[in-house]
């Protein structure tokens, strides 16, 4: 699973990537940069927790291409420099969402370490100590 933490400026994530109970790599990409969105014309950070299959056909939807296969598991974090929205599998209606947010297996300690202060790199170093599923390299973005 994943961990992807977004404090108002900064979205970050783990690097784990996991088949079952195996763990495939460490060394995940998970954040991505688009030059469009499907609500904006504003380039957008984009952090996607689930099945790691589903992610390149998310991205294109994102872009305004395609359409993102709902029998996959997956749920994405959009941050357009105004705005941060959540789509997932089962609602592709965004939610949007004020102040801190976080996604994935490791969403509960990320979020309760961010609301106690910490930035998003911070807050995802803190769920990987508590989320099983989370973990390897923390890597972050900004716009």
Do not use: Y
Request: hydrophobic fraction near 45%; glycine fraction near 10%.
């Amino acid at each position: 699973m994943t961990t992807i933490a977004f404090d108002g400026k900064t979205m970050a994530a783990d690097g784990r990537s996991t088949a079952d109970d195996i763990i495939i790599t460490d060394e995940a990409v998970k954040l991505h940069r688009i030059e469009t969105n499907r609500w904006s014309q504003r380039p957008a950070i984009v952090g996607i927790s689930g099945e790691a299959e589903a992610g390149s056909a998310v991205l294109s939807w994102l872009r305004g291409e395609g359409h993102p296969d709902a029998s996959r598991d997956w749920c994405a974090l959009i941050w357009d420099g105004e705005t941060a929205r959540t789509v997932t599998a089962d609602c592709l209606t965004p939610e949007i969402w004020p102040g801190p947010i976080a996604i994935g297996s490791g969403k509960l300690p990320a979020l309760a370490a961010m609301r106690a202060g910490v930035d998003a790199l911070r807050a995802v170093e803190v769920a990987i100590t508590m989320d099983v599923h989370s973990g390897g390299m923390v890597s972050s973005i900004s716009l």
